[in-house]
């Protein structure tokens, strides 16, 4: 062997004290390297999310007191803004927000409301008036501004505001049962209560629920009557003045909700109850000369999956649906003799619970390790042409080491046809994080689709696995290695096969789950 040429015995490096010296930095930086690749992407991750949280609004709107009033669909909205450094400053307002019936766009700013102990308050459209009737207090919307009204609050135990004789009106449960209606004068007004019988037969079972509506200048009870069964509900009617209790409904789901409602051709009701765990029976009863008629309404296709909880607005030769899925989306549906008209769908402005950004912030520990990898690779590179040999010999013949960096880029470069296999499920894993609801409205069958296109990328993945430990056994080369110049060589100075290649790549991939940092230092300091 001539002068200068490696043995075996040398190890690869330049001399014992280049060897004690690359070990001890090379150990360092390892060890350097793989708590920043535990710590730093969490770390980072951390510190990006406590500012969305710090400063995050989550908005509700309260879709059980919506109403239609000139063209457009008004309710309450209640935003709660987080302050996670000081919870005790946590602010919470409370507004009126109208949007378009259109499309559900903003058809203006929103009125600024008293946050007061309750949750939401109760709107109700009379003549050229959006009265707002919480339980302290009770105001108008008219001309542009809201008119506070020097009330007492609402009857105890009082139902969902109705119009009655042009005035708003409600019903109490007190001791005895009233109907109290509100009476104007300038700015100040007063609830006006008169006694009310109701005359339930007691083998109806006890008062769940009881509501009313004007039609045609005619009150209508509605009661909703439970048995001691449990789930055993019942619906009855009768006009005002009269005795006679008329069914409605005779079984209900007591986790049900229903709403009266004032149509054209009279009243009715409209009642949502669950059929299974993803789907609600949704149906509406019409009081005719003829008796009570129930036409079921089909929105399985508009969402009812997810058992939306729908209100009813009553419009001309139509009824209107509102509902909420996910906090701050809203949903309208336009039904006519039962049949859904159209449909719209408004998303949230700040998905729930993070939106889409969350995929952002999700895809720090991914790629940060890389970066820290390609670090790590161009540091020993530095450190390995001081203290190790640069070239291999045999049998006269003289090659060149790839280094550690290029040898990096070139992994970098072919861990793109890997990847390029995941990006239909990672596209669909960003589709459920910023719509959440659509992804839930999939039905069972998208979490099937979701799992299977994930299957689908894991056999190309081992598809591109056996290509690549083709080429390199029988090349030397795979395209980040042909793209840097540099080849996969035996000992021989000979192309590996593909029984070692194969071997070779699978290890690779097993080390990429660790960013490729363990097969670095073993390039680093082994032969």
């Not at 009476?183 to 006694?195: F, K």
């Not at 290649?501 to 097993?510: E, G, K």
Request: aromatic share 10%; glycine share 8%.
């Amino acid at each position: 062997m001539n002068p200068g040429e490696v043995t075996e015995s040398d190890r690869g490096y330049i001399s014992e004290e280049s060897k004690r010296r690359f070990t001890l930095v090379a150990g360092i930086l390892g060890a350097v390297f793989f708590f920043a690749q535990t710590v730093l992407p969490m770390a980072l991750m951390f510190l990006f999310m406590m500012p969305m949280m710090i400063g995050q609004e989550l908005a509700t709107m309260d879709i059980e007191h919506a109403a239609l009033w000139r063209e457009e669909i008004w309710l309450p909205r209640r935003t709660h803004k987080l302050n996670w450094r000081d919870p005790e400053r946590s602010a919470t307002t409370v507004a009126l927000m109208h949007m378009r019936l259109a499309d559900l766009s903003s058809a203006g700013s929103a009125i600024p409301l008293e946050a007061g102990s309750e949750r939401y308050p109760a709107l109700l459209p009379v003549a050229d008036r959006l009265w707002v009737i919480g339980t302290d207090t009770v105001a108008y919307y008219q001309g542009g501004s809201l008119t506070r009204m020097n009330v007492a609050g609402r009857p105890p135990r009082a139902s969902a505001p109705f119009v009655y004789g042009g005035r708003p009106a409600l019903l109490s449960l007190g001791t005895p049962p009233a109907l109290a209606t509100l009476h104007v004068e300038g700015p100040r007004a007063e609830w006006i209560s008169q006694g009310l019988s109701l005359g339930l037969p007691p083998e109806g079972g006890a008062l769940r629920a009881l509501q009313a509506v004007e039609s045609r200048g005619r009150l209508y009870l509605f009661v909703q009557l439970c048995t001691e069964v449990p789930d055993q509900c019942a619906l009855r009617y009768r006009e005002q003045g009269e005795t006679q209790w008329i069914s409605l409904v005779d079984e209900i789901c007591s986790c049900g909700s229903w709403t009266a409602i004032a149509l054209e051709s009279g009243p009715a009701v409209f009642l949502s109850e669950p059929a299974n765990e993803r789907r609600s029976r949704v149906a509406l009863v019409t009081v005719g000369p003829n008796g009570p008629r129930q036409d079921p309404i089909d929105l399985t296709a508009e969402g009812s999956r997810l058992t939306h909880t729908w209100r009813p607005l009553p419009s001309v030769g139509r009824l209107i649906l509102v509902s909420q899925g996910m906090p701050g989306s809203l949903r309208l549906v336009e039904v006519a003799d039962g049949r859904v008209l159209r449909s719209v769908r408004k998303q949230a402005s700040f998905p729930f619970p993070f939106g889409s950004t969350m995929m952002l912030v999700m895809m720090i520990p991914q790629l940060l390790p890389i970066v820290l990898s390609l670090l790590l690779a161009f540091l020993l590179t530095v450190q390995m042409r001081r203290h190790r040999v640069q070239e291999y010999v045999f049998e006269g013949q003289r090659r060149s080491f790839a280094s550690l960096w290029q040898r990096a880029l070139a992994q970098l470069v072919d861990v793109v046809p890997f990847l390029a296999g995941f990006l239909l499920p990672m596209a669909s894993w960003w589709r459920m994080f910023s719509d959440p609801e659509r992804f839930l409205e999939g039905g069972p069958f998208f979490p099937l689709v979701f799992f299977g296109l994930f299957i689908g990328a894991f056999f190309w993945a081992v598809v591109v696995l056996l290509a690549f430990s083709y080429l390199e056994g029988r090349f030397g080369k795979t395209p980040g290695k042909w793209l840097l110049g540099i080849r996969v060589l035996g000992t021989d100075l000979q192309p590996c096969g593909f029984r070692r290649a194969f071997l070779r790549n699978l290890l690779t991939f097993v080390d990429g789950f660790f960013s490729f940092l363990v097969g670095a230092l073993l390039v680093a300091l082994t032969e």
